[in-house]
């Protein structure tokens, strides 16, 4: 119920209402609920993404490592993400694979860049059903193999990943410039990192 009223699905938003549910939840030591609040109040979100994951709320870890991996200058703590990333992972969220997979790629947790353990985490969620992973591992094996990588674009896009959508509109920008339009001016619209840079890139707008 709070999710729906937060995203607006079936009527208009209403983040007050969705906030107080959520709290509510929290309350209850309802573990997601501590997690949608922590997303919707910012001001203590790193405590209520402690709580949920501390009732054993994977998408609360995952969102407390997001926190630890974005804090500001000497306070990110790369290794503290991994390990709540890395739990994830074990225990069923596939998002953990791929952003730990991630970390491990560009060498932020031991200062060398892995790029056989990162693909090896990226496949695991890719293959697990998250789009973030299909999209990641597609990223990493577009010069080596195009096809594959062009079949992982898709079948991201094809999850509303807006990342991989992009992606997939650089890929074919030659060879389907009218598809690769149309998706780099639904993801601008979207918002997604790079979409409307790239239209205007492509396509002069």
């Not at 074990?90 to 790629?105: I, K, R, S």
């Amino acid at each position: 119920m709070s999710i729906a009223l937060e995203d607006g699905r079936g009527g208009p938003k209403d983040l007050p209402r969705a906030q107080a549910l959520a709290e509510s939840q929290c309350t209850a030591d309802f573990a997601p609920g501590c997690t949608r609040l922590g997303v919707l109040d910012k001001t203590r979100s790193r405590e209520l993404f402690q709580r949920a994951c501390d009732m054993g709320d994977q998408v609360g870890c995952l969102q407390l490592g997001w926190w630890y991996e974005h804090l500001d200058g000497a306070a990110r703590d790369y290794q503290r993400a991994a390990s709540l990333y890395r739990g994830a992972c074990e225990h069923g969220q596939p998002v953990g694979c791929t952003n730990l997979g991630f970390l491990v790629a560009e060498g932020l947790l031991d200062g060398k860049k892995d790029r056989a353990r990162a693909m090896q985490l990226f496949r695991r969620a890719c293959e697990a059903g998250a789009a973030s992973g299909c999209n990641n591992l597609a990223v990493a094996i577009v010069d080596a193999e195009p096809a594959r990588a062009l079949a992982l674009f898709e079948r991201a896009c094809r999850d509303d990943y807006g990342t991989a959508c992009v992606n997939l509109a650089r890929v074919i920008v030659q060879s389907d410039p009218a598809r690769a339009r149309a998706l780099l001016e639904v993801e601008c619209r979207e918002e997604t990192e790079h979409a409307c840079e790239d239209l205007r890139d492509y396509f002069g707008r």
